[in-house]
Nanobody
């Protein structure tokens, strides 16, 4: 069974950048369909921030548009979330999952902390 594994989080100063990776183990990431990046900040609901199917990625909240970009590598083995101009309010645990999400694909997530 395919598992989705997130990586790339960390501590970054405001204005900095991070690139998150979502890789599939046990199968091809292309086999699960559209992939999205979700995030959950403390005390807040999980939200979808970006998604990609076979073509161009889409970012959803106005708060990340123009700063976050979702894309796949040429071999379509990994889905990335490039995050630029990070703000403290971007602090959250970031997860990848299908769109719409499926409970079987929730992983541990990767923590992103934006702080000076």
């Amino acid at each position: 069974q395919v598992q989705l594994v997130e990586s790339g989080g960390g501590l970054v100063q405001p204005g900095g950048s991070l690139r998150l990776s979502c890789a599939a183990s046990g199968g091809s990431i292309s086999s699960v369909g559209a992939i999205g990046w979700y995030r959950q900040a403390p005390g807040k609901q999980r939200e979808l921030v970006a998604a990609i199917a076979s073509g161009t990625g889409i970012t959803y909240p106005d708060s990340v548009r123009g700063r976050f970009t979702i894309y796949r590598d040429n071999a379509k083995t990994t889905v990335y979330l490039q995050m630029n101009s990070l703000k403290p309010e971007d602090t959250a645990v970031y997860y990848c999952n299908t769109v719409p999400f499926q409970d079987i694909y929730w992983g541990q997530g990767t923590q992103v902390t934006v702080s000076s």
